[in-house]
Each structure stands twice: as C-alpha cells, then as structure tokens.
C-alpha cells in the first residue's frame, strides 16, 4: 500500500489545493492531507475549522482514498508513524523552489526512506495562494473560483470580521 502525504497549512484549503490531493490520489493507494499544527505561524483558521474545510471540500470532490490529520513536530517523523513513502508537494513559480528544495533535503537528511514528489500547478491556479484568499476577502473581493464553493461563505464570514 503506497501512502503519500500531502501536507500543509490549509489556512484556508484553495482550489489548487484540491486540485493537488486529487492528482496525488490518482498516484497513491492513500493520501493523508496533514495539516500543520504551528504555534509560532499566526493562523486566520483554528486547526480544527480548517480540517473541517477539507472534509466538506473533500466530500464534495467524492474523492476516496484520502485521510485528514493534522500533526506537529517534524515531518519527517510523522512520515514515518504513518508508513508514508512520500511527501507530495506542489511547485506554483520558480520562486516555491528555494524552500521547498531546501525541505525536501532536510526531510531526505532526516528521512532517507521519504522521497518529496513535485506536481507543477494547473496554470489556472498558479497564481492562487491561502494568502491571497484571506486578502481578497477580507477588502471584500470575489473569492469564487479561488476556494471550493461549499467553504467560501465561511471563508468571507470569518475573514471580515478579522478585520
Ligand atoms: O503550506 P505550508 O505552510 O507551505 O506547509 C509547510 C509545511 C507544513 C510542509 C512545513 O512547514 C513542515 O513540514 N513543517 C513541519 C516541521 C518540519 O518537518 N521541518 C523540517 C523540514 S523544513
């Protein structure tokens, strides 16, 4: 059983996101979406809204062999609790590479077991960022297209109230 994880902050899920978990389900026999539990990073979304926002986005993917988690300390580590061979990743611009070059060489350091998989962005999404999303909703912007449909309300709801 080939389990790939495809982890994240998630602050919020976007549409290149989903896109990212549905073609690592066509890759693995199991994708674990985890989301990151930093207390340093300041989050818009509690860790438990934003696993509840994967589980309606992907309910409404109908996508089947995906599992959310969330997890803390290194990566590399819970890879291994979970008997994961790989670490998915998506790449945007050549501006993603530096970081995530720099992580897929610690995490091999750390890991050796673990391979990190790069999926180039759909075109249409490379500009899209959980950042962005947060801006353009909380200046009152149009999100649609940017995040699935059955999360955007809560997206906008939460997002101007921030402000
Ligand atoms: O969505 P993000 O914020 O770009 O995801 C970053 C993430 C969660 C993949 C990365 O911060 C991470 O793996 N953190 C866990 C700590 C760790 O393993 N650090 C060592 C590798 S750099």
Redesign the pocket.
């Known amino acids: 059983m080939r389990v790939g994880i495809y982890?994240?902050?998630?602050?919020p899920v976007t549409l290149g996101h989903i896109d990212m978990i549905k073609r690592a389900c066509a890759m693995f026999d199991k994708v674990i979406v985890?989301?990151?539990i930093?207390a340093d990073?300041q989050a818009c979304f509690s860790i438990s809204e934003r696993m509840r926002f994967l589980e309606l986005a992907l309910k409404e993917a109908s996508i089947n062999n995906v599992e959310i988690d969330s997890?803390?300390?290194?990566?590399?580590?819970?890879a291994k609790r979970k008997n994961a061979c790989a670490?998915v990743?998506g790449l945007r611009a050549v501006s993603d590479f530096d970081?995530e070059f720099?992580?897929a060489l610690?995490?091999k350091r750390?890991n050796p077991d673990m391979e990190t998989v790069f999926f180039t962005s759909q075109s249409e999404y490379m500009y899209l960022s959980?950042g962005t999303v947060k801006q353009v909703a909380a200046l009152g912007g149009d999100i649609t297209g940017f995040v699935p449909e059955i999360i955007k309300q809560d997206i906008i709801n939460k997002s101007v109230n921030k402000n």
């Open positions: 982890p994240g902050s998630f602050d985890a989301v990151l930093n990073k997890f803390n300390g290194l990566l590399a580590d819970y670490v990743r970081y720099q992580m610690t995490n750390l959980s």
